[in-house]
């Protein structure tokens, strides 16, 4: 039975879905299916590629941060890593279903990939480009911290070709920064935001936490209206979660406590809304749970991309990839990643074959945060009427006010559209309903 209540305070587990099915069905014993696609050619009109390479290192952990980072790697480390993580581009390279193809969109995701020096960067991408070209990829996008940006780091940045800067900002309140354990200052914002416009980047992204720690809604109002005040191109609005494995989520094991202390989720929902109100006065659109845009006909080539089914090969540790139809997660050890790449091994951890059920579901749930989908496209692809698949939960949302739909669309209310992520769950196979995410 669907829950509808949601009043719930903030408690340990992740709440923001990205894949499909949940991360704890993917096994080590499984990973032989991602070998039977790679030793075979692609179909004579493939998916769209995508490259994403992981940089783990950090200056900083955030104290909400559940991805694999490292903030005490020297020099000669960090060297090592790169070394590695071009040895692997260069071994998926060679193997039938990549070679000769050309990525459409590629991510720079971390950990801190503005960590890097200006060496190192343009070290790695030179070796990169020299296994997949990207001077006809649609998108390069690139995450940083903006404390580690110098006006010539974001100059060779461009140069690199990369089209997206998503700055990580999170608050512009620095007492919010420090207490969350972010490694910036809202001055140091300020002045890499300033480097990147004058620079040129075709788009830039800020993120921003509703919730954090200590936050109050006068502070995340003043935070809203500092973004609007220098009108990025695009603004991502994420609501504060605890995963497991975070230095929150630690201190409430040791303390005992079940409740985060952070934001309850109501509260948190209701702050997204105000911002989406003020960004939408500001001249902006609302393009999915999480995002607006000054421009409505903007492209998020690797979200769209991605979510209707492309190939993505992730490289770097625990990476994630989806590559001929199997998800795919490379070891989260430095160390043992290292070890397998050395022994010219692929450095994959566990692996899942997506059948073509969970596929739909899959496509269906993330194509639902755009807050709009279009229905003819599962009829055309999957030949499957979605209205008519889900109609008892479809109809439920409807007459909870999450959601309206025909029969050629479902369009997500505002309420619907700021708690996307806990609803999607009942559109889940039963075998996937309840389970960890993680």
Known sequence: MLDTTSTEETSVGNYFISNYPQYSFWKPELVNHVHDVLNNPAPPDPLPLGLYFHIPFCRKRCHFCYFRVYTDK???EIRAYIDSGIKEIEKYGAMPYLKGRKP?????????PSYLSVSQLTDLTDRMKAVFPWDEAEEVAFECEPGTLTE?????IRKLGVTRLSLGVESFDDHILEINGRAHRSKEIIRAYEYAQNIGFPQINIDL??????????NWIKTVK???ELAPECVTIYQMEIPYNTTIYKEMKESGKITAPVADWPTKRRWVSDAFDLFVEAGYTITSAYTVVKDPDVKFVYRDALWGGADMLGTGVASFGHIGGVHVQNEHDIGTYLDRVTNNEFPIYRAYPINDDETLIREFILQLKLGEVNLDYFKNKFNEDIARRFSNTLQLLKNDGYLTYSVNSIKLSRDGLLQIDRLIHEFFLAEHQNARYA
């Open 74 to 76: 020297k020099a000669s």
């Open 152 to 156: 010539k780091k974001l100059d060779q």
């Open 104 to 112: 459409k969109f590629i991510y720079f995701g971390g950990g801190t």
């Open 209 to 218: 936490i509703a919730g954090m720690i200590d936050e109050t809604e006068d």
């Open 226 to 228: 500092k973004a609007i």
